[in-house]
C-alpha cells in the first residue's frame, strides 16, 4: 500500500471489533445526543488529563468558541495569540467581535514567544490565547506568569497537543481552560468531528456546559447566548474504543519521532529536525521539518508519490481574512512569515513503519536503496 500522510487503517484494523462493538451499542440504546458514553468519555479524559472537568464539544473550533464566550470576550476585546496557527484559533476570537493581537513565535518551537507578550498588553487585552504547535506544549510557566501578572485568563489551544506533557502536567492542564479537537487526523481522533474543554474552575465549567447547549440552565430556560456545540454519542463512543490505544500510541510516536531523527541525522545541513524542549513530550500531531531547500524537497517527494503538508503556508496575519480588516495587524511577526516559507511535514503516525520512514527519507534526498 502506498505511504499514507497519517495512516489511519492499522489502528482501524487492530481495533474493529471494540469500535463496532461500541457504535452497536449506541444504535441499541438510541440516545444518539448525550447519551452515557459522552459522559463516560469526559470521566475519563478528565482523569487522563488531571484536569477537574472535562466539556466534550462538537469540534475544536466550537471548543475554542465556548472558551472564548464563558471568558465573555466580546467586541472591543482583545486576545493576544499566535500567527502561526491554523485559522480556527484566530477565527473564533474574531467571530466574536474581538480583535485577535498576534506576538511572533519562538523560531525553535514554533509556538508563541513569551518575552512578546507582555508589550502586546492594554486596557483592552482580556485573555491570552497559546496554541501547543505540532503537539508540544507552549512555554506556558512564562505565559502563566505574565497572566497571573495582568489578571488574564490562559486558554491553551492544544488541539495539536492532546496527550502531551508539559513538565510531567497534559497538555489541556495547564491553563485556565484548555481546548483540544479529536478531528480524525488528531493525535486522539474521532470518525467526524468532535473536541473537548478542560479546566479546574467549577464556574466556567458550569458556564461553559451551558454554552454548549443553547445557554440553557434547564429546558427551554435561556439564561445566556449559547450554541449547539455538543459531541455526539456515537464520536464518544468511538473515542472510547480508541482511547484504549492511545497511550501506547503516544509512545509509539516517540518510536517514530526518534527514527525519523536518526535518519535525518546526516543531513542536518539541509534540513533542522523539530527540537523538543527537554520538559516536553510532544505527540507529534506533525513531524515539521525546517529547510531552505522546501521546493527540491517537495519535487523528490511527490516524484516518489510520498504525500507532505505545509503547516502553515501562510501566517495567520496575511490571511485576507485578517489582512485586509480593520484589526490589521502592527507587531513585527517575521519569524513566523519565515517558518511558513521554510517548514515542511512529513507522514506520522503511530503505525509508520520504519520501511516507510526510509523509503521517505530515501526520497527526500534523492539516494537510492
Ligand atoms: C484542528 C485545529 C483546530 C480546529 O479543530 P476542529 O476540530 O477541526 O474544529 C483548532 N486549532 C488548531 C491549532 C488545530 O490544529
Avoid at 492511545?246 to 541525522?265: C, H, P, S, W
Wanted: glycine content about 6%; charged content about 20%.
Amino acid at each position: 500500500m502506498s505511504i499514507q500522510f497519517i495512516n489511519l487503517r492499522t489502528q482501524y484494523l487492530e481495533l474493529q471489533k471494540n469500535i463496532g462493538d461500541r457504535i452497536n451499542k449506541v444504535l441499541e440504546h438510541g440516545q444518539f445526543i448525550m447519551g452515557p458514553e459522552v459522559f463516560e468519555l469526559e470521566e475519563k479524559l478528565a482523569a487522563f488529563i488531571g484536569a477537574k472537568h472535562c466539556i466534550s464539544a462538537s469540534n475544536g473550533t466550537d471548543s475554542l468558541l465556548i472558551a472564548l464566550m464563558a471568558l465573555g470576550i466580546g467586541p472591543g476585546d482583545e486576545v493576544i495569540t499566535t500567527p502561526f496557527s491554523f485559522i480556527a484559533t484566530a477565527e473564533m476570537i474574531a467571530i466574536l467581535g474581538a480583535k485577535p493581537v498576534f506576538v511572533d513565535i519562538d523560531p525553535r518551537t514554533y509556538n508563541m514567544n513569551p518575552a512578546m507578550v507582555e508589550a502586546a498588553i492594554n486596557k483592552n487585552t482580556k485573555a491570552i490565547m497559546p496554541v501547543s504547535l505540532y503537539g508540544q506544549c507552549a512555554d506556558m510557566d512564562s505565559i502563566n506568569a505574565i497572566a497571573d501578572k495582568f489578571k488574564l485568563p490562559v486558554i491553551e489551544d492544544g488541539a495539536q497537543s492532546f496527550g502531551a506533557t508539559y513538565k510531567g502536567k497534559r497538555s489541556c492542564s495547564l491553563t485556565t481552560i484548555g481546548s483540544t479537537s479529536f478531528f480524525p487526523s488528531k493525535p486522539l481522533g474521532c470518525y467526524g468531528d468532535g473536541g473537548a474543554l478542560f479546566t479546574n474552575d467549577d464556574e466556567l465549567a458550569k458556564k461553559m456546559k451551558q454554552i454548549r447547549l443553547h445557554g440553557q440552565d434547564r429546558r427551554y430556560h435561556h439564561p445566556i447566548i449559547g450554541i449547539n456545540g455538543r459531541l455526539d454519542t456515537l464520536q464518544a463512543a468511538i473515542l472510547l474504543a480508541k482511547f484504549e490505544r492511545f497511550e501506547k500510541e503516544i509512545e509509539d510516536r516517540q518510536t517514530v519521532a526518534a527514527n525519523y531523527g536518526f535518519l535525518l541525522q546526516a543531513h542536518t545541513s539541509e534540513v533542522a529536525i523539530p527540537y523538543i524542549e527537554p520538559h516536553n513530550k510532544s505527540v507529534y500531531a506533525q513531524y515539521t521539518i525546517k529547510t531552505n531547500t522546501r521546493e527540491t524537497l517537495i519535487e523528490r517527494l511527490s516524484s516518489h508519490s510520498i504525500p507532505y503538508s505545509i503547516h502553515y503556508p501562510t501566517p495567520l496575519h496575511l490571511q485576507p481574512a485578517f489582512y485586509n480588516s480593520s484589526s490589521k495587524h502592527t507587531n513585527d511577526l517575521g519569524i513566523a512569515e519565515n517558518c511558513a516559507n521554510s517548514v515542511l511535514s512529513l507522514p506520522m503516525g503511530p503505525d509508520l513503519t520504519k520501511q516507510e520512514q526510509t523509503t521517505i527519507i530515501n526520497a527526500l534526498f534523492n539516494l537510492e536503496k
